[in-house]
Nanobody, 124 residues
Framework: QVQVVESGGGLVQAGDSLRLSCAAS????????MAWFRQAPGKEREFVSG????????TYADSVKGRFAISRDNAKNAVALQMNSLKPDDTAVYYC?????????????????WGQGTQVTVSS
């Protein structure tokens, strides 16, 4: 089973950039489709972005398209989320998730492995 640990969160100002990292261990990283979700206070956890395990195809929520970029490095067992032009609405706990599915799915239930999350706070 794979374990994932997020890092890179912090407090930034609107318009700034931040890069989140997710380190995986305990499994064959290249066998997993990876995704980022986020949960803001009082809101449900939502899909942000994902990258498939075979083709490396990327998928984004409309709210972050054009601002965020997901990438993976199978040699380093890591996935990253580059976040640019951050907005206060991006404030949330960001979670890294893994699934053995071949494609990126946007539902929480599709992912069996989760990290503890990293806090991102964007001030206006």
């Amino acid at each position: 089973q794979v374990q994932v640990v997020e890092s890179g969160g912090g407090l930034v100002q609107a318009g700034d950039s931040l890069r989140l990292s997710c380190a995986a261990s305990g499994g064959s990283f290249s066998s997993y489709t990876m995704a980022w979700f986020r949960q803001a206070p009082g809101k449900e956890r939502e899909f942000v972005s994902g990258i498939s395990r075979i083709s490396g195809r990327t998928t984004y929520a409309d709210s972050v398209k054009g601002r965020f970029a997901i990438s993976r490095d199978n040699a380093k067992n890591a996935v990253a989320l580059q976040m640019n032009s951050l907005k206060p609405d991006d404030t949330a706990v960001y979670y890294c998730a893994a699934t053995i599915n071949n494609v990126v799915l946007r539902t929480i239930q599709s992912y069996g492995y989760w990290g503890q999350g990293t806090q991102v706070t964007v001030s206006s």
